[in-house]
């Protein structure tokens, strides 16, 4: 097996450039195209919950226990609206509402709760493939939230800041997909070279015997396999010679 090194790999690289870009080029177009056609964009809608506790105000002046206590409250309030009573709620407005056909199940796949840093502020955010469940999933969890939370929690309050955001597309990242499928077929090109190359213990020419060995090289022979050339008659070229040999023997036992 052929040991490797950087020039060698260079120079294994640079003879087989041809197929290494190859490679690279079907490896970007596959999937590319399966990120355009074959998989079903994302999209991904959210909106902002404003959690208080009952103590949070003292004075008109937000006290820093206050807001550390509105912000465990934060994930406390999470687990409960990520609880499937809630999520069954959202399903049946949504369905109503949207004609959809969503099961608390599906919505828990859908939503994520987030908590910016230093914040009492409760994100849900939701991923579908349609524009409008997106959107429809948020403004639902955040105009329920309230009142469940009400009867489930004695403690605290929680508010909608405002209407979900828009629906924007979350995936799939077709540029990065791409990228990622021409790295994927360069490397396997570059794999399978390197593992014939290795593998490889034939010598080619005199290049392979000085990487190889000490050796000198004295002379070379050419290789010429007569059998296999013709001329453009389609005959051979040793059949030329037989014959033309065969005419000179017949001429001289002629005299």
Known sequence: MNEISLAALLRLCWRNLKWLVLGLVIGAVVLFSVSTFAIKPTYQSSADLFVTSLTEFEGGNITSAALAASQALTYSYAEVLNNN??????????????????????????????????????????????????????????????????????????????PATKATQAGPNTTL???????????????????????????????????????????????????????????????KVKMVRSSALEQKEGK
Not at 102 to 126: H, Q, S, W, Y
């Open 85 to 162: 009573v809630v999520l069954e709620a959202v399903a049946d407005d949504v369905n109503e509402t949207h004609g959809t056909s969503l099961t608390a199940g599906k919505i828990k796949g859908m939503i994520t709760f987030t908590i910016p840093e230093d914040t009492n502020i409760l994100r849900v955010t939701c991923v579908s493939t349609s524009r409008v469940t997106a959107e429809a999933v948020c403004n639902s969890l955040g105009n329920l939230a309230p009142d469940k939370l009400k009867e489930t929690c004695e403690v605290g309050a929680c508010n909608l800041v405002g």
């Open 177 to 239: 997909n791409t990228i990622l499928g021409a790295m994927i077929g360069l490397i396997i090109v570059l794999a399978v070279v390197v593992i014939r190359w290795m593998t490889d213990t034939t010598v080619k020419g005199k290049e392979d015997l000085a990487e190889r060995t000490t050796i000198p090289v004295l002379a070379e022979i050419p290789a010429f396999d007569s059998d296999r050339r013709a001329d453009k008659n389609g005959k051979k070229h040793v059949g």
